[in-house]
């Protein structure tokens, strides 16, 4: 039998909510009052932008205090110290876990164009059944889809600070993210000095690997935790990032239990290695 919200708050110090955005966006907040600490993996709390939420997510009519984003790398203070932990999109999770060190680092040429051509397993599109996501529909195919209309493109935005474009594709695979970042970088910035900004943001975190010019696959990660990130540039300043993640771990529940060991001062490799 499920609990109910009045148990759920007068029993638990931390919860996560896997539900609909609009379960998550009613529940959330009264939890959160009532001294809760939640980590949603809905979508229901991820972009701080009041019009960009009434568009995507209009059933969030209150933002909570205390919330972060969730992206623990990238966030792992505002994590440390949140009520609300909104664990962030798959699509996101593995396009700014690459792109952010490059934009925090002051990388990118200014007003240049940011290109993230993504692909993802089946299981990306959730779990009601359709006739897209049949295994006679995706079986030797591949597809683009939410072209200019998927949510995760203001979510990659939010996080980028610029517009990217941003087109998804199913592949006809169980599981799995496989990011192509196509960025342009500041002349004189070589491979060598690229892979020194991803190197010095990622120093010590267990859950990302840096792999250089030998690009990952998403086999590499499969039922793992990881998130593996390779990158290439050339002379004229055009530069590629490769960025592989499972997206039923590190793009939903596992980067959920990475962020909860992260709350509550738990080692951050609790349980997921």
């Known amino acids: 039998m499920p609990l109910s919200p009045e148990t759920l708050m007068n029993e638990a110090d931390l919860v996560f909510l896997a539900l609909p955005d609009s379960a998550a966006a009613e529940l959330a907040p009264a ?32 933002m909570p205090a205390g919330v972060a984003y969730g992206l623990t790398e990238r966030e792992r203070g505002s994590v440390a110290r949140a009520q609300l932990v909104a664990n962030p999109g798959c699509y996101p999770t593995a396009t700014l ?54 949510r995760h493109g203001a979510e990659i935005e939010q996080g980028a600070g610029r517009t990217v474009t941003f087109t998804p594709h199913l592949l006809p ?37 840096l792999v250089g010019a030998s690009l990952p696959e998403i086999k590499h990660v499969a039922h793992t935790n990881f998130c593996d990130i390779g990158w290439r540039v050339d002379a004229s300043g055009r530069a590629i990032l490769v960025s592989v993640i499972d997206n039923l771990l590190k793009g939903a529940s596992g980067q959920a239990v990475q962020n909860m060991n992260v709350m509550l001062g738990l080692d951050e490799r609790t349980a997921l290695l």
């Open 97 to 150: 876990l690459a792109l952010s060190p490059l934009v925090e680092a002051g990388l990118l040429l200014p007003h240049s164009d940011v290109i993230v051509d993504a692909k993802s397993g089946v299981s990306g599109a959730g779990k009601t059944p359709s006739e897209r996501t049949h295994f006679s529909e995706v079986h030797g195919s591949m597809a683009a889809y939410g072209v200019f209309n998927h």
């Open 31 to 62: 939890l959160v009052d009532a001294g809760v600490r939640v980590i949603d993996l809905s979508g229901a709390f991820r972009l701080r932008d009041e019009a960009a939420r009434a568009k995507w997510y209009p059933e969030t009519h209150r």
């Open 173 to 209: 695979i169980d599981r799995g993210i496989l990011a192509t970042i196509y960025v342009r970088v500041k002349p004189g910035t070589t491979e060598e000095a690229l892979g020194d900004v991803l190197e010095q943001a990622y120093t010590g975190a267990t859950f990302v690997r």
